[in-house]
């Protein structure tokens, strides 16, 4: 399976990408902060952030007994690169290119 | 500077790399040039031994003729908290390319790299930021289209990109 897989799948799901706007918002919350914000048992919203988890849009870290949930953009950065980044350079060398045929002339 | 979730940022990276590979990436400034922001690292690895960065001369260059000013010799500094390579890595991170940055508090940094099954190790980079809002807007990206580059995420991105492929984006 290709590493970019999960983390589309992740994204397929309104609440999932809910989730990953709240903690946008406000990074480090724990599971009973996010619950608060959805129409949804518990038992579903960790289902949600297990997938994220999974699939490296979420990472967790334990601070005392309290477990929180910080969005890693990393993932959507390597997405960005891979897709968005070549496109813009191509396009940006295009320009370059043009500026100098123009100053050529 | 104290552990506040709330203002502490988590970015977590896979790379098929050793974590040797990964160690040296993070620690040898013949590495740290070669991704994300180009400087060039200078850890003394003990506990209490300084940990400084310094601009490469096209950095300096480049950097000066979009800001204007001078850039000081040292554009990062800090303390080693703890260094178990290849393994966990803490230090303090002070930015002193921004006079604002430079006057919020010390700032702390922990790269933990474990290895998983296959030849792939998980960086894990953990910023706390307490105190630090101008530096935690910088880290996170927010100030791409100023030309501040595009924080851990980016750094992280290229690091991966750089061990994998041997090439980084800016070279």
């Known amino acids: 399976m290709n590493d970019d897989d999960p983390v589309f799948k992740a994204l397929a799901d309104p609440t999932r990408r809910f989730l990953l706007d709240l903690l946008f918002e406000r990074d480090g919350r724990t599971l009973t902060e996010l619950e608060s914000e959805l129409e949804m048992t518990r038992f579903g919203v960790m289902k949600h952030l297990r997938l994220l988890e999974e699939a490296g849009l979420v990472v967790t870290r334990r601070s005392g007994r309290e477990k929180f949930h910080y969005l890693n953009p990393v993932p959507i950065q390597l997405i960005h690169d891979r897709w968005i980044g070549k496109f813009r350079e191509r396009r940006v060398s295009a320009l370059t290119e043009l500026k100098a045929k123009l100053e050529e002339s | ?171």
């Open chain 2, 1 to 171: 500077m104290s552990d506040n979730p709330q203002t502490t940022q988590v970015y977590r990276v896979y790379i098929k790399a050793s974590p040797k590979a990964i160690w040296d990436a993070i620690t040898k400034p013949e590495w740290t040039e070669r991704y994300g922001y180009t400087g060039l690292v200078d850890f003394d690895l003990r506990p209490g031994g300084a940990y400084q960065v310094r601009p490469t001369e096209t950095f300096k260059k480049e950097s000066e003729a979009r800001f204007g000013g001078e850039l000081p010799e040292v554009i990062i500094d800090g303390e080693v908290v703890e260094a178990d390579p290849p393994h966990k890595l803490v230090h303090t991170f002070r930015m002193l390319m921004d006079p604002g940055m430079a006057a919020e508090p010390y700032t702390r940094l922990t790269y933990e790299i474990r290895e998983l099954d296959d030849k792939v190790c998980s960086l894990t980079l953990t910023h706390e930021l307490e105190g630090a809002p101008q530096l935690a807007s910088l880290v996170r990206g927010d100030q791409e289209e100023f030309g501040a580059g595009g924080g851990h995420a980016w750094v992280l991105s290229e690091l991966k990109t750089l061990l994998e492929t041997g090439t980084a984006f800016a070279e």
